[in-house]
Nanobody, 117 residues
Framework: QLELVESGGGLVQAGGSLRLSCVLS????????MHWYRQAPGKQRDYVAR???????DYADSVKGRFTISRDNAKSTVSLQMNNLEPEDTGVYYC???????????WGQGTHVTVSS
């Protein structure tokens, strides 16, 4: 069973920065496409960014130019550097691993990010 553990959330003022990290336990980390999602209070879970096994990246329009996703295959980690944070970025951020062969997905428990105005 794959386990994902996020860390790095917290409270920050608008314009500030946070760095989220996700550690993936288990073997064959390279077979997983890694994603970050977020869920604002009372809203659905939304896609934020993804990085595949060769490092190709994609972002939601709302975070382009402010967020950077990266992965370290040797350490089985994925990070999300969040700059110029806005109150609208507040929510629970989830790490997601998707097996690129089977499509099976795994989720972390989430980490809270609060951006004050």
């Amino acid at each position: 069973q794959l386990e994902l553990v996020e860390s790095g959330g917290g409270l920050v003022q608008a314009g500030g920065s946070l760095r989220l990290s996700c550690v993936l336990s288990g073997n064959l980390y390279s077979i997983y496409i890694m994603h970050w999602y977020r869920q604002a209070p009372g809203k659905q879970r939304d896609y934020v960014a993804r990085v595949n096994f060769v490092g190709a990246k994609d972002y939601a329009d709302s975070v382009k130019g402010r967020f950077t996703i990266s992965r370290d295959n040797a350490k089985s980690t994925v990070s999300l550097q969040m700059n110029n944070l806005e109150p609208e970025d507040t929510g629970v951020y989830y790490c997601n691993a998707q097996n690129r062969y089977t499509g099976q997905e795994y989720w972390g428990q989430g980490t809270h990010v609060t951006v004050s105005s």
